[in-house]
């Protein structure tokens, strides 16, 4: 069964927000790979990851520390599923915010045990960067990005820091900042006509400008990490751009902590190099939404169960 990448193929690695308690339990009872890859990942962390995903509680595993490396293990062994299954490969691979990891750890551009420890540092600095209530975020639904980006700049000239922090499909935008510059964002998108402005159940303002300080930190630890030269094509949340060279793709990782997402970009950049088809590999079905909406002509296979790894292995040739 030798490899051969497909040019009209993209895979996706899920973002936080996809997590749940018991995530991937039907593919583990089919396919022990499933909790092989978590007992490696358990191994780096020094505690059972598999046991908090399958039992929770719900509130451990949505600490932005332990949900960091969850969802990587769950991303890493969907791929390791479908590569033990077929010898189709993706030309492309991308994930949305810290999917970017597992779409690295795919790409042969990261070790897996490093890119655990490595998220899960991510987290602690992310949650340490600023205080519990301090930041915020919020999905603004139904205005165009650049009324969002203009909302987010009145709004910072007057009330604190709030920006545009996922671009994550048309009419969807989610920002991020100080609590009450977000609160009065939320109050300026509604008045601009936005059909729903909802405050989002997180603790970290992710993707803004108080993720700076956490990004210096980060910057120093990615330097110890190796990184390799992708053998499949990454696009990154940052710039939407390709890169081999090692100091570049950490460059992108620290930059990623403080700059917006850029999803709808992302995939519509896929879509105009050919790539007609997607999988999105993990928990959830958060990134096939999304692209029902940006990218309309394409098709989306979410892969998190027996059965949706069936249709997907079924469809691709």
């Known amino acids: 069964m030798e490899p051969q990448q497909r040019p009209y193929l993209a895979f996706l690695f899920p973002g936080q927000g996809s997590q749940s308690v018991g995530m991937l339990a039907a593919l583990a009872d089919e396919y022990p790979q499933v909790r092989e890859t978590f007992e490696e990942a358990s191994e780096a962390l020094g505690f059972d990851l598999w046991q908090l995903t399958r039992q929770g509680p719900a509130e451990r595993l949505n600490q932005t520390v332990n949900t960091q490396p969850a969802l ?38 990261l070790n897996f045990a490093d890119a655990v420890k490595l998220v899960a540092e991510r987290g602690r600095l992310m949650q340490s960067a600023v205080p519990e209530g301090v930041g915020a975020m919020a999905a603004i639904l139904g205005l165009e990005d650049h009324v969002v980006v203009h909302l987010c700049r009145e709004v910072s000239s007057r009330n604190g820091l709030v920006s545009a922090a996922n671009f994550n499909a048309p009419g969807q935008v989610v ?15 509604k008045a601009a006509g936005a059909k729903r402005a909802v405050k989002l159940p997180v603790s970290v303002p992710s993707h803004c400008e108080l993720m ?3 990004a210096e930190k980060f910057a120093a630890l990615l330097e110890k990490i190796p990184v390799r030269m992708p053998a499949v094509t ?28 850029r999803w709808s970009d992302s995939m519509r950049f896929l879509h105009d190099q050919g790539v007609s088809t997607f ?3 993990g928990p959830g079905k958060v990134l096939t939404g999304l692209n029902k909406r940006i990218v309309k002509e394409c098709r989306t296979l979410p ?5 949706s790894l069936a249709t997907a292995l079924e469809e691709i040739e």
């Not at 920002?175 to 998108?189: L, M, N, P, R, T």
């Open 234 to 261: 990454v696009v990154h949340n940052v710039d939407v751009g390709t890169h081999t060279a090692p100091e570049v793709i950490r460059a992108m990782l620290a930059e990623q902590l403080y700059s917006p997402v």
């Open 212 to 214: 700076k300080p956490a």
């Open 303 to 307: 892969v998190f169960d027996p059965a």
């Open 72 to 109: 990587l293990a769950a991303g890493v062994a969907v791929w390791r599923l479908w590569c033990g299954q077929t010898g189709i490969r993706p030309a492309w691979v991308a994930g949305h915010s810290l999917g970017e990891y597992t779409a690295l750890v795919c790409a042969e551009a």
């Open 279 to 281: 999988v999105e590999a």
């Open 175 to 189: 920002i991020a900042g100080e609590a009450s510059a977000v609160d009065k964002a939320c109050e300026a998108a």
